[in-house]
């Protein structure tokens, strides 16, 4: 059957239950693709026309559809190398959060969480920014965006490597019209990167930003920025609602691990008892992990505002060792 060429999709639908998207074209692409990989065809193309509907730039939406029709019609068809970067892009949609898990990567969310500062955590490997607030000092999830990331993926090295940094930065200011030409959007957000770690590691290279795409397109695929984090028009502008500047903090992780809410709890409880004479609990500015080989980053705060970031690591016997302190500008 025609549809045999779409089992190239090799795509696990993660758990029931999802989080509404934060954008209706970003839901209906999600469930045309699941229709398509599950063999129902007029569901697809439902799906997709809505898409369409929603966002007429979308070369997913059109994609699908075509490939829809193309099936119901008999005719044969194959995913090609100029697919690739729409087959990326329909995975990484799939590629969902189970309902009712905390990120372990946000191990004690800051105080300022609690009065709606928000924390966004981008999972690399998803292309996804989650917005959080906090309650009761609980992790919740408010909104999610698709995003693009570095043409060459994650963990920026050097200048112009086409990588997107990983790490936990604040969000600084805005640059109205950041490119001449539009390709950029009309608005970017800046990441204060390198950060201390960042420069005791090495790691050089600057302007990372989150920022738009050219009005001519709805999303660039997965992996297609030089290194910042590239969303849709719309969907910047929403995001853009819920950064506060100089108090937002973004933390870019590999993948994000994902824990039941107990084991969320007792982890945030035990960390936060290590680290207590570190950050006095009313100036608790968040502890985050990014992975295994990674440290821990606590930050410090004056009123919302981070005023420094701690990076410590751990010995053989699983006691923290302070590496860095840094103060933030």
Known sequence: MAL?????????????GFWPASYAADSELRKATEALLSGDLDRSSAFASMAIKSEPKSRLAHW???????????????????????VEEAQVRLDVVPAGLFPRNLVVMPKSADKKVPVLLADVSRSRIYVFTSR??????VDDFYTTI????????????QKTPLGVYRIQFEIQNPRKDGFLGKLAMT???????????GRT????????VSSTTYVRPPRASDGCLAVS???????????????TQIVVVPRVDWLSPDDWRENAAKTSREFSRVVPTARNGGVFFVEENWPLVVTVLDGHQVERRHYFTRDVKGNLRRLLEEKVS
Do not use: M
Not at 4 to 16: E, G, Y
Not at 150 to 161: F, N, V
């Open 205 to 212: 290279g600057s302007g990372i930003w989150i920022h738009g």
């Open 233 to 247: 028009n719309k969907d910047l502008q929403k995001l853009r609602r819920y950064i506060r500047y100089n108090e």
């Open 191 to 201: 990441l204060d990167y390198p950060n201390a770690y960042d420069n005791h590691t």
């Open 64 to 86: 699908i559809k075509a490939h829809s029709l193309a099936a119901l019609s008999g005719r044969p068809f194959e995913i090609n190398g100029q697919d690739n970067e729409l």
């Open 4 to 16: 045999r060429s779409i089992a190239k999709i090799s795509v696990v639908v993660a758990a029931l």
């Open 150 to 161: 570095g043409l060459l993926g994650a963990d920026k090295s050097r200048e112009g490597d």
């Open 136 to 141: 009761d000092g609980q992790p919740v999830l």
